[in-house]
């Protein structure tokens, strides 16, 4: 049986594994961190890393390091004999959680998201009645965990969006609660950027100016200049959807010009500060990809790899910015450096790696890029044909056969996705769960 140490993509993530071996690698590390050090200390802070990492990432560790004595969905299935000292103290909140007082049980909630452990915190917090979140800020707070962990969970499945939870949320939560902020934001993402509602988007941006009124001034100096940093990122979709490019700069100059006037106190606001500031090198990247200056997107995303060296998702960034110069060897070589990175993207990163190999007609390389897609996502769908596609010609009818079986295989899960309501899968965004209020 492997051990964590057999893998070097194990132990730089060991925290997720068993909480232990904490390695500053990128900031959704230290997510972890400083929820388990808010749990032990009994603290918190209104305000968090900002990535959420779907029960997706912890199953391609796992599957990648082969460490499948660690494929639990709650942290009590986890063998005794495996775990750390620190799961064990994550273990005993766990047994007790329903004696636990609110206060408490948001930190445990916290540290499971972080985990990403999205279906247990879906069971652990039941839903509030309009009534229960009115009266209770703390209901409010879990409510809101839960229904973010809901909509991680959707994305990662393939599901239809439901944001009924984040709508009762909006409407009912406390007068002042930043939770109603936080839902109206993620609500004004996924309807103008995922489902292209333009009306729908603009009446929650309405709704968030409101609450945006009413609430930045009980927020301390370094919420409040963050939220609103995190406000026009969010909100941006609705010039972006209305291809209004002047306000699309302007908007995200304010959003650069807030981050920016960050000044943190401690550790933990540091590392926030910084992530916030790389979320928006990554969004300014897009921007300047719809404006069509691709000089502009190529440094913009070489700037962002730069500031985090030891980030997949940033290097995929960069490639995709390189395919638009037709810099075809230079992305492929950005893309197989992704792959020694670990997830989240490994098989993306090697699909497009794939891709890039076929462009420049080096056809044996193209197949091994393939093949190593499959292995880390066997529903790779697009990875099996283009397999097909090269193992027919380097004349390997055995499979090409294969990949005749398995597309069928495929095709017919695709279909039956269809006739369920699922669609295709959709990157959960890191905003606007960076203020979560406790």
């Known amino acids: 049986m492997f051990s964590i140490e057999s893998s070097p993509k194990a132990w730089l993530h060991q925290v997720y594994l068993d909480l232990g071996n904490f390695q500053a690698v990128s900031p959704h590390h230290y ?60 273990c005993d909140y766990l047994t007790n959680y329903s004696g636990l007082t609110k206060a408490t049980q948001i930190l445990v909630i916290r540290l499971l998201s972080s985990l990403c452990f ?150 933990e606001q540091e590392i926030v500060a910084y992530e916030n500031r790389s979320n928006i090198q990554e969004s300014r990247t897009k921007e300047a990809l719809w404006l069509r200056d691709f000089d502009l997107a190529e440094e913009r995303a070489r700037q962002l790899v730069e500031r985090n060296i030891s980030d997949p998702r940033y290097r995929l960034e960069l490639g995709e910015v390189l395919l638009k110069r037709e810099k075809i060897e230079e992305a492929a070589q950005v893309y197989r450096s992704a792959t020694r ?21 080096d056809v044996q390389l193209a197949y091994d890029c393939y093949l190593a897609c499959l292995h880390f996502d066997p529903l790779a769908i697009s990875a099996v044909k283009r397999l097909s596609r090269v193992a027919s010609f380097l004349g390997d009818r055995k499979i090409v056969s294969w990949c005749e079986l398995r597309l069928s295989q495929l095709e017919q899960e695709k279909q039956n996705m269809v006739a369920t309501g699922s669609k295709a899968p959709a990157y959960v965004p890191a905003v606007p769960t960076l203020v979560q209020a406790s």
């Open 118 to 267: 999205h279906q247990a915190v879906v069971d652990y917090v039941p839903p509030f009645s309009e009534t229960e979140l009115k009266s209770d800020p703390n209901n409010a707070t879990l409510y809101f965990l839960r229904a973010i962990s809901n909509l991680t969970i959707e994305a990662d499945r393939y599901l239809p969006y439901n944001f009924k939870e984040l709508e009762i949320i909006a409407h009912n939560a406390p007068a002042g609660h930043i939770t109603k902020i936080l839902s109206g934001l993620q609500i004004v993402v996924q309807l103008a950027r995922t489902l292209k509602d333009l009306q729908g988007a603009e009446y929650w941006r309405e709704f968030v100016n409101k609450e945006l009124d009413s609430t930045l001034s009980s927020l301390d100096d370094f919420t409040a200049k963050l939220l609103m940093s995190v406000y026009y990122r969010s909100c941006v979709f609705v010039p972006l959807l209305k291809k209004e490019k002047e306000k699309v700069i302007a908007e995200m100059d304010l959003c650069q010009s807030y981050a920016e006037s960050l000044i943190p106190e401690n550790h």
């Open 341 to 361: 990175l670990g997830p989240p993207g490994t098989a993306v990163a090697w699909f497009m790696a794939g891709q890039c190999y076929q462009s420049l007609g």
């Open 31 to 90: 997510k972890v961190q400083f929820n388990y050090n808010h749990l032990v200390e009994q603290t918190s802070v209104p305000y968090q890393v900002q990535i959420i990492l779907p029960e997706s990432f912890r199953e391609c560790l796992i599957r990648e390091s082969g460490l499948y004595q660690y494929q639990v969905k709650n942290p009590l299935e986890l063998a005794p004999e495996l775990r750390t000292p620190r799961w064990q103290i994550l």
